[in-house]
């Protein structure tokens, strides 16, 4: 990241609007390097948070008594309010300066990860797990609106292409830091220094945003939309809570009335925002960003990206630990080969001559498709998979960061600077939004498959259980890259489309 710089820092931070309220002698913004490493750090303890527990789930589930639906809501639940509440943190960012809720974010997600380290319970690690997700929510929007308002041009590219690989790569090397942090077993605490690891983290980057981050324009002007966030916080919520639930309650019809609810408050949302616009008000969602040409397809193949994310690496822990007796430093270790794949690709995307640069979405989820089925293949019928599997790991990584980071690139690139916030929850939103979506389609199918978890590793019928439901999964997996696949075609075609007019 030390490469990523502009001309001349001063005119840069003018021209993008920030301002030292402290004034010159008290506090001095940070240059370029220094603010993307400071708020990537923030963002990568957030992105962290959402798989790093995958790889925890059976030793919580040993070391709590956890039940399926409780250990689907530790994963689940963090993600659940992160996406639910993330439009509203990006609004406070342009209400309150995006330092101040920055820090903010930080200082809640620090706290909350002491107690989530401390929980003596299934119950109060729940509750600070929708607590962390809370405080993520209002401290990642303001990530990407610091970075938007300070770099342009070139520089503006090199530094999303770091927070690309930050916000996505994070996925995969969190089932990396859970399975040593796990197998260290530091102070007999198992589990627990997954979460403990966030707390000294924290402390740094308050201490370093404090002094050296810039405070930001502020709009009081775009005011926080409350019916709009009302409406569509609600449709988030009917939507994945009886998702997370649906498998281990039966799929009671309470489930199925909430999520046709979410549809009609879908459509409620949609229908306040336009009233708003009409009255000259600023919608949490403004439609001109949805009808930038390859900005709507875009966003639907970063939701299927991340929904492949949550999905297959949740799915993968439970099999290489719960099916095979794997230990969590050998699961978090097997993803190791995706981790190096994706930093690899997403950092270097940019290097390819532009004529093929086109396609690179395309036949990124469709080698992401060839690597998942070549997983399926090597875990059929118990099968362990040995240097193959680390190949077809590393053949994922690469797919999904050949589609995700220059996909999430190019649409970001799109965005106005005046609509960064704006963007910045609606995007990530969309992003945990697939997290979740994946973690509660395709782990609530394993789960049905396989049956329930065993209290410690099995390789007697568990293992041919786990086996069947990990194959099955995998392959509905594939197909639904195939899917983003297809979209990420229509985006394309839709940008050629509109550069020929």
Known sequence: ?????????????????LRDPAGPGRRRAAGPAVLVAIVLAGQLMAVLDTSVVNVAVPSIHAGLHASGAALQLIVAGYVISYAVLMVTGARLGDLYGHRRVFLTGVAGFTLASL???????????????FVQGA?????????LSLIQRTFTGAARARAMRAYSATLAGGVVLGQIVGGLLISANL?????????LVNVPIGLLVLAAGARLLPAGTRDRGRGLDPAGLGLLSLAVLALVVPLVLGQPEHWPAWGWASMAASAVLVAGFVLA??????????PIVPGRLLRLPGVAPGIAALFINMTLFGGFFFAIALQLQSGLGESALHAGLTFAPAAAAFGLVSLNWQRLPARLRPGLIVGGFTVAAAGMLGVAALLHGGGRGGAWLYLMMATIGAGMAAAFSPLMTGVLMRIPVADAADATGVIVTVNQLGLVVGVATFGTLYLNLAGALPAAPSLGEFRLLSAHAGTVTIVALAAAAAMGGVLAGLRELSLRTARAN
């Open 135 to 143: 405080a993520a929510a209002v401290m990642i929007p303001q990530v």
């Open 273 to 282: 925002e336009r009233r708003l616009s009409g009255r000259g008000g600023a």
């Open 187 to 195: 102070f007999s605490s198992t589990w627990r220094p997954i979460f």
């Open 115 to 129: 107690g989530c380290g401390l929980a003596p319970a299934t119950g109060p690690l729940i509750a600070l797990r």
């Open 1 to 17: 990241m030390s490469d990523i710089s502009v001309s001349n820092e001063r005119a840069a931070g003018i021209s993008a609007g």
